[in-house]
């Protein structure tokens, strides 16, 4: 069961970047890396999936290092509305959907 | 399509009370779960199924919870008798193996069961 260590809580400003790094040292080989963002009163909704090396997309990047050992979420220029709690998973959910947890999550919160 | 569509948005029911939660996952999906979501343990995983049959259940805290999943377009999270520490947000979850290795999970708003 691949575990995940990532801040409590992170602070930042409006335009701004964040990053928010997630350990996890006994990550599987089969295992994806997912990010998922979660606002008060709603349910958690997908970022951003990755195997290796960088991800991109409209909302995004996820780094992650040969190792595989931790990968980074990049959110650029952050916003108010970008405060919001952030988990790191890890697994594959093609063959062990329950062994997918969910952590504590970063809460970050974006400052004007 | 609508998303994952939970019912009640919120109840409140005394102590002893039977209570029903109730999901509609997105058509298509062949993967549905049910997670628990407090401050005190974060986001739980209950009981997950796979072509409406129960896959792992073994987040279910206890023989008062069941869940059942009678065809592709209905699930329901079933508390009897209901306690105060069940007060909590439930959250259904649906996945389609055949969109690829992505394994996004689409959730629902969630249902806030407060237990007096």
């Known amino acids: 069961l691949a575990k995940t260590t990532q801040p409590i809580s992170m602070d930042s400003y409006e335009g701004q970047e964040v990053n928010i790094t997630c350990s996890h040292n006994n990550i599987a080989t089969n295992d994806y890396i997912t990010w998922y963002q979660q606002f008060p009163s709603q349910g958690p909704r997908f970022i951003i999936q990755?195997?290796?090396t960088k991800v991109t997309n409209e909302v995004a990047s996820l780094f992650i290092p040969a190792d595989r050992k931790s990968s980074t979420l990049s959110l650029p220029r952050v916003s108010l509305s970008d405060t919001a709690v952030y988990y790191c998973?890890?697994?594959?959910?093609?063959?062990?959907?329950?062994?997918?947890?969910f952590g504590s999550g970063t809460r970050l919160s974006i400052r004007p | 399509d609508a998303g994952v569509i939970q019912s009640p948005r919120h109840e409140v029911t005394e102590m002893g009370q039977e209570v029903t939660l109730r999901c509609k996952p997105i058509s298509g999906h062949d993967y549905l779960f049910w997670y628990r979501q407090t401050m005190m343990r974060g986001l739980e995983l209950l009981i997950y199924f796979n072509n409406n049959v129960p896959i792992d259940d073994s987040g279910m805290p206890e023989d008062r919870f069941s869940a059942k999943m009678p065809n592709a377009s209905f699930s329901t999270l079933k508390i009897q008798p209901s306690e105060p520490r069940d007060s909590a947000v439930y959250f259904c979850a649906s996945y389609a193996r055949g969109q690829g290795i992505t394994g996004e999970l689409f959730f629902g708003e969630g249902s806030r069961l407060t237990v007096l």
């Open positions: 998973l890890v697994g594959d959910m093609r063959s062990s959907a329950s062994k997918i947890i």
């Open positions: 990755g195997y290796k």
